[in-house]
């Protein structure tokens, strides 16, 4: 069936240093994806909607500059933590939707620690 | 405006003991709903889904959920509930983007 794919799933990084979340869609063309983050303890926020050859589109609240989102493949949406800070250490998911079964897939989670 | 509502933030049931968890919704449309577990350290995982038919509506693990639009109620249910099944649930609303309620923390207890 139709999988949702998110690597790393954890990864520690450094105060002020950047990381990459890829998800990806392993056996359908998504054109749309959505990221969210978790805080500890808390439900999952939207943060952006990722498009497939163009710009994301970002929630209120959340710095486009501090989380970049690249859709670059049908299959391929990445989320770039810049200059992270131990406040950005989350857990961040994204998901792709099969529009013929009007299903929805999530990845299984990134989780992030800035130290 | 869309939103979730999950008025139980933590619920302890006996093993073999029957479970409800509460989830009401508002959405400017006809709802698709879903509701998700998460275990500790883990990602999502769907356990059932409505868009539209039966409003009662069948999952994995043995669980069930029933939408009543005129409560804007979509509760999960499950008859008997395992220590396998204690963990994070959210019941979600939209079509593409889901708006998620803040969870309910299942604990199970021997």
């Known amino acids: 069936g139709a999988v949702v794919s998110q690597h790393p799933s954890r990864v520690i990084c450094k105060s002020g240093t950047s990381v990459k979340i890829e998800c990806r869609s392993l056996d359908f063309q998504a054109t749309t994806m959505f990221w969210y983050r978790q805080f500890p303890k808390k439900s999952l926020m939207l943060m952006a909607t990722s498009n497939e050859g163009s710009k994301a589109t970002y929630e209120q609240g959340v710095e486009k500059d501090k989380f970049l989102i690249n859709h670059a493949s049908l299959t391929l949406s990445t989320l770039t933590v810049t200059s992270a800070h131990p406040e950005d250490s989350s857990f961040y998911i994204c998901s792709a939707g099969l529009t013929e079964s009007n299903t929805i897939y999530f990845g299984e989670g990134s989780w992030l620690t800035v130290v | ?110």
Request: net charge neutral.
């Open chain 2, 1 to 110: 405006a869309q939103s979730v509502t999950q008025p139980d933030i933590h619920i302890t049931v006996s093993e073999g003991a029957s479970l409800e968890l509460r989830c009401n919704y508002s959405y400017g449309a006809t709802p698709y709903l879903f509701w998700y577990v998460q275990s500790p350290g883990q990602g999502l995982q769907l356990l059932l889904k409505y868009f539209s038919g039966d409003t009662l509506v069948q999952g994995i693990k043995g669980f069930e959920a029933e939408f009543k639009r005129s409560q804007s109620s979509f509760n999960l249910r499950k008859p008997s509930v395992h220590w396998s099944d204690a963990a994070e649930y959210f019941c979600a609303v939209g079509k593409n983007n889901l708006f998620f309620g803040t969870g309910t923390r299942l604990t199970v207890i021997p």
